[in-house]
C-alpha cells in the first residue's frame, strides 16, 4: 500500500515536470498572423481590431474579459462591487485597487498616476480618442493613493466598466506619453509605435503595416511567463492565405479570424499541422417576425407602421414556423463549426443566456399539430392554410449573400411541409442595409413578413442591446424609419422589466432580468434564432494553451501559451 | 381578231425565294450546326421537364452535393447516383431539372427581350430613315436611349415597379416582364441604326421611284419594298440581340437582382456555384457551356441567315 502511493506519487511528479521546468523564455519563438497589419500599437488613436490586439501583447488594462465574457482582474487586485465596496451605492463611483509590485517593462513601478494619466490622455478634449465612448459620462478619475484611483461618473451608472476594462481601454506608461497629450498625440510616433507595457512582451522592432517583432518581458510579474522568448506578428494578406499557412504548411501558429466557408476550413483542416476555434460572442442570425401589417396596399403612414399583421401575431403560427426549421441542418450548411444552435435573442455571454426554450430538433408533426388545434387549416385544398380566410403566405426577404440563400431555400421548404407558403426576395446588401429613408427595401421599413439578418452587440453587458425590443424604438415615418426595434415588438411587460434593469447594479440580478427580457421577446414573437454564429480563427498543433476569447483581445492569455512536447 | 400572241409558259415554275435561302443557309455549315443546336436546346427545355419530372427546386437534403454521374469513371471515390446523372447542388438540388428550369426562364428572357427589340428597333429606324422630318428627333432619342446605363437603370426600376407588377402578375411573372421590358427598351439602339441606314439608302433606289410613280401608298411602300429588303441587317440584330438578352439576364440574375432566389435561371446557378467552383467544377460548366453554347449558336445562325437572306449574295 504504502510502495504505491509512492509509485503514484513518482509517476504524478513526473507528470508535473514539464509544468514545474517551463520557465521564461524556454520555448523558443511564436508566430501569429492577421490577414489585416496592425498600423500603430496606441489603441487610443485607432479603433482597429488589429491594432488593438496586437497591442494588448505589451499594454494591459486592470482587468479583462475571460472566454465567458466574466471580468477577470488584471492589473487590479480584485474586481470592485458593490458589495465589497468597490462602486458607491449610489451607482456613481467605482474604486479601483492596483495589486501591488507590478512594474512596467523598463522597470519602474505601476502607480495610479499611470491610470489617471491614461483617462486624461483619452479624454483630453483635442485628442481625438477613438475609446472614447469608453469613458462616457467619467466627470473625474483621481489617484487616491499610489494603488487606488477612483473614478466618478455623472450620474448612475449601473455598469461602471467602461474605463480601464479590456483590450480597447489598457494603460498607457505617464512618463513615456507625458508629452504626447492632446493635438501632439498622433505625432509621438516613437511611443505610439513602441509603447512601453506591463505585458508578457516587449516590442523590439514596429515595421507599420507588416511586421512587429517582439521579446519576452524580463519585468513581467509571473517569473515564468512568457513561455516564448520571442514573438513574430506577421499582417497582410487574406483570410484564405493565413488559414493555409497556419492549418496546411504550419509557417505560422496562430491565424485569426478566418471567414470562411465551413468546407473550406475542412479542406484545410485536412493539412493536419492546426486546428480551427471557434469563440462566440452575442452574434445570432434570426429571423424577424413582423407584428405590423406590411401589405402593399397600404399607404406609407400604415403599412408596417400600425396595424396588426393578419396572422403572424398568433402564437400557435410563430411557434410552428419556429419548430418546424432544423437548426441543426442549418448550422451544418451555412457554418460548421462557426455556429450553434440557438434559441435565444441573447446566446453570450454565458450568464446572461437563457435556458428556458429548447429547439435543437425539428418537430413538423408537432407544429402541424399546434396549427391544426388553432383552427388554422386548409380549407381550400391549395396546400395553404388559412387563418380567418388570410392564407399563410409570407414574404420572406434578406441581403443578397450565399449562405443566406441557402437558408431561405431550406426554410422556405421546412414552412411549406406545415402549410405555410413563402416567397422569397434578396436585397443587395448595401441597400438593405443602407438605411435610406427614400428605398423601400431597407430592412428598417420591413415591407415582408419576416426577415433574416444577423445582429450583435459591444462589450459584455447587454443593456443597451436589449433595448431594441422597447415599444417606442420601432421604426416609423415619424423617425425617418430609424429605430432599433426592427420587429415593431411591443409588450409592456418587457418595457416595464428593461425599465427595471437600467438601475439594477447587481450583476447576477442584471444577468436575471435580461434572461427574462430574452424569454419575452422570443415567446411573444418578436424573432424566431436561428444560428448562434462565432468567430474563427486557427492554432497550430503544437502551440498550447490558446482560449479563443471574443469578449476582448483574442492574444488575451498570450502570456499563457507554450510549445507542446515532442515538437 | 387578231391572235393574241400568247407568251410561252416557264417549263418549271420559278423557284420560291424561301427554298432559295433555305438552300443557301444549307451550305453554311456554322449556321446548321447552330441552328440544330438551338433546336435542340430550345426543344429540351421546352419538353426536357415533362421527360425528366423531378421538380428543380426540390431540396433533398440528404444527397447534397453529389457529383455528375461520369466523375465515377475517373474518381471511384465520388458521391454519385444514377438518380441524378449532373448530380446535385449543396442544397441537394437536382443538377439536370435547374439547367432545364434555369434554360427555360433564360430562353423565354431572351426570345421575349429579342423580339420587342427588334420591334422597336424596327419600326422607329424604318420611319427614321423614310420620313426625312422625323429623322433628326428619332436619331437624337436614339442617342439618349444609347447614353443609358443599364445595370442602374433596372436597378431603379426594380425598386419602382416590383411591387405593382408583382401584385398584378405574381413574383415571377412580374419579374419576368419587369426584365424584358428593360432589356427591350435599353437595347433597341443598334437596329434601328443600322436599319435607318438601310432605308435611306434604298430609298433612293429605281425600283422605289417606279413605285412612286404608279402612286403607291406609303404604307405599302414600307410594307412591299423597303421591309423585304432591310430583312438581312434585322435578322443579324436580332440574332445578336438574343445572344444579349440572355447574357443581360444572366448579368442580372449574378448581381442578385432579378428573379426570387429560388427560382432558378442560367445566371443565378453560375452565380451561386462560384464560391465552390474549386470542389464542385461542374456546377459552373454546365450553365456556364448552355449560356456560351447558346450564344455562339445564335451568332453562327444569324452569320448564315445573313448570307442567304441578301440576294446580292446568295447563289454565289
Not at chain 1, 396596399?297 to 398568433?314: G, K, T
Not at chain 1, 422589466?497 to 435580461?514: F, G, M, N, P, V
Amino acid at each position: 500500500m504504502k510502495l504505491r502511493a509512492l509509485l503514484m506519487g513518482a509517476i504524478a511528479s513526473t507528470a508535473m515536470a514539464p509544468m514545474a521546468m517551463a520557465e521564461r523564455g524556454s520555448d523558443g519563438n511564436v508566430s501569429i498572423i492577421y490577414w489585416q497589419a496592425p498600423s500603430i500599437l496606441n489603441p487610443f488613436l485607432s479603433g482597429g481590431t488589429k491594432d488593438v490586439e496586437a497591442a494588448s501583447l505589451v499594454i494591459e488594462p486592470l482587468a479583462r474579459y475571460d472566454e465567458n465574457g466574466t471580468m477577470v482582474p488584471y492589473l487590479a487586485s480584485e474586481i470592485p462591487t458593490v458589495e465589497n465596496g468597490g462602486v458607491s451605492e449610489d451607482l456613481t463611483t467605482i474604486t479601483w485597487k492596483i495589486s501591488p509590485g507590478i512594474t512596467w517593462s523598463d522597470g519602474s513601478a505601476f502607480t495610479s498616476a499611470d491610470v489617471k494619466f491614461t483617462a486624461d490622455y483619452c479624454m483630453h478634449p483635442e485628442g481625438g480618442c477613438a475609446q472614447v465612448t469608453k469613458f462616457e459620462g467619467v466627470t473625474s478619475v483621481e489617484a487616491i493613493d499610489d494603488l487606488t484611483v477612483k473614478v466618478t461618473f455623472g450620474g448612475a451608472t449601473p455598469f461602471p466598466y467602461g474605463p480601464f476594462v479590456g483590450g480597447e481601454s489598457p494603460i498607457l506608461q505617464k512618463a513615456q506619453f507625458e508629452q504626447c497629450m492632446g493635438a501632439k498625440a498622433p505625432e509621438c510616433t516613437e511611443a505610439n509605435f513602441n509603447p512601453l507595457g506591463t505585458g508578457p512582451f516587449v516590442v523590439t522592432e514596429f515595421k507599420p503595416n507588416d511586421v512587429i517583432t517582439m521579446k519576452a518581458n524580463d519585468n513581467y510579474r509571473d517569473p515564468a511567463k512568457p513561455a516564448f522568448a520571442s514573438l513574430t506578428f506577421k499582417g497582410g494578406g487574406d483570410a484564405t492565405s493565413a488559414g493555409r499557412a497556419v492549418m496546411e504548411t504550419g509557417e505560422f501558429d496562430y491565424a485569426w479570424n478566418l471567414q470562411l466557408a465551413p468546407d473550406v476550413i475542412a479542406k484545410m483542416e485536412e493539412g493536419g499541422k492546426g486546428t480551427p476555434v471557434a469563440g462566440f460572442g452575442p452574434l445570432v442570425e434570426r429571423i424577424m417576425l413582423n407584428n405590423t401589417n406590411p401589405d402593399p396596399s397600404l399607404s406609407a403612414e400604415e403599412r408596417s407602421v400600425i396595424r396588426p399583421h393578419p396572422f403572424l401575431s398568433d402564437p400557435a403560427v410563430y411557434k410552428a414556423m419556429s419548430m418546424a426549421i432544423d437548426r441543426p441542418l442549418l448550422v451544418e450548411v451555412g457554418y460548421g463549426k462557426a455556429g450553434k444552435v440557438t434559441c435565444n435573442w441573447i446566446p453570450a455571454p454565458a450568464a446572461v443566456n437563457s435556458t428556458t426554450f429548447d429547439c435543437s430538433t425539428q418537430d413538423i408533426a408537432g407544429a402541424n399539430k399546434l396549427l391544426d388545434d388553432a383552427g388554422i387549416v386548409d380549407t381550400d385544398g391549395d396546400g395553404i392554410r388559412e387563418k380567418d380566410g388570410v392564407p399563410l403566405s409570407l414574404v420572406y426577404q434578406t441581403s443578397t449573400n450565399a449562405v443566406r440563400q441557402d437558408f431561405q431555400a431550406l426554410i422556405k421548404q421546412m414552412w411549406s411541409e406545415i402549410g405555410i407558403q413563402s416567397e422569397l426576395r434578396n436585397i443587395s446588401g448595401s441597400v438593405f442595409f443602407g438605411g435610406d429613408p427614400g428605398s423601400p427595401d431597407t430592412f428598417q421599413k420591413f415591407y415582408a413578413d419576416v426577415e433574416m439578418y444577423a445582429n450583435t452587440f459591444n462589450g459584455t453587458d447587454p443593456q443597451s442591446y436589449l433595448a431594441n425590443g422597447l415599444c417606442d424604438k420601432a421604426p416609423s415615418p415619424a423617425s425617418q424609419w430609424q429605430g432599433e426595434n426592427i420587429s415593431r415588438f411591443c409588450n409592456d411587460e418587457f418595457d416595464a422589466l428593461h425599465a427595471e434593469l437600467t438601475t439594477t447594479a447587481d450583476i447576477a440580478k442584471r444577468a436575471e432580468i435580461s434572461k427574462r427580457l430574452n424569454d419575452i421577446i422570443v415567446e411573444n414573437g418578436g424573432m424566431i434564432p436561428l444560428v448562434h454564429r462565432g468567430r474563427l480563427s486557427a492554432h497550430a498543433n503544437t502551440l498550447g494553451g490558446v482560449v479563443l476569447n471574443v469578449w476582448d483581445s483574442e492574444l488575451w492569455n498570450a502570456a499563457d501559451w507554450y510549445r507542446k512536447e515532442g515538437s | 381578231m387578231t391572235d393574241i400572241s400568247i407568251e410561252p409558259l416557264p417549263a418549271k415554275p420559278p423557284r420560291n425565294k424561301w427554298l432559295d435561302i433555305w438552300t443557301q443557309l444549307g451550305k453554311h455549315k456554322g449556321a446548321m450546326l447552330g441552328g440544330g443546336f438551338l433546336l435542340f436546346i430550345t426543344l429540351g427545355v421546352l419538353f426536357g421537364p415533362y421527360i425528366w419530372t423531378i421538380d428543380p427546386q426540390k431540396i433533398d437534403i440528404r444527397n447534397r452535393d453529389l457529383r455528375p454521374i461520369f466523375t465515377a469513371l475517373f474518381d471511384s471515390d465520388a458521391k454519385v447516383r444514377w438518380a441524378n446523372p449532373l448530380g446535385t447542388d449543396q442544397l441537394g438540388r437536382d443538377g439536370l431539372a435547374n439547367l432545364m428550369a434555369g434554360g427555360r426562364a433564360s430562353m423565354a428572357v431572351g426570345w421575349t427581350a429579342m423580339l420587342l427589340t427588334l420591334g422597336i428597333g424596327t419600326i422607329i429606324g424604318v420611319v427614321a430613315g423614310y420620313f426625312k422630318r422625323l429623322d433628326g428627333p428619332l436619331m437624337r432619342l436614339t442617342d439618349l436611349f444609347l447614353s443609358l446605363p443599364i445595370l442602374p437603370l433596372l436597378l431603379v426600376a426594380v425598386t419602382l415597379f416590383r411591387e405593382p407588377l408583382r401584385a398584378s402578375f405574381g413574383p415571377e411573372g412580374g419579374m419576368f416582364i419587369l426584365i424584358v421590358s428593360i432589356i427591350g427598351i435599353t437595347s433597341w439602339m443598334p437596329t434601328a441604326r443600322i436599319v435607318r441606314g438601310d432605308v435611306l439608302a434604298l430609298k433612293e433606289r429605281e425600283f422605289v421611284l417606279a413605285a412612286r410613280s404608279i402612286g403607291t401608298t406609303q404604307t405599302n411602300m414600307i410594307k412591299r419594298h423597303i421591309l423585304p429588303n432591310v430583312l438581312s441587317p434585322i435578322m443579324v440584330s436580332a440574332t445578336l440581340g438574343l445572344a444579349t438578352a440572355i447574357i443581360t439576364e444572366s448579368a442580372l440574375s449574378f448581381l442578385g437582382v432579378g428573379f426570387p432566389s429560388d427560382f432558378p435561371t442560367w445566371g443565378k446557378m453560375l452565380a451561386d456555384a462560384v464560391d465552390r467552383m474549386e470542389n464542385f467544377p461542374e456546377r459552373v460548366l454546365w450553365p456556364g457551356l448552355a449560356i456560351s453554347l447558346t450564344v455562339l449558336s445564335v451568332n453562327y445562325l444569324g452569320d448564315g441567315l445573313r448570307d442567304a437572306l441578301d440576294p446580292r449574295i446568295r447563289g454565289r
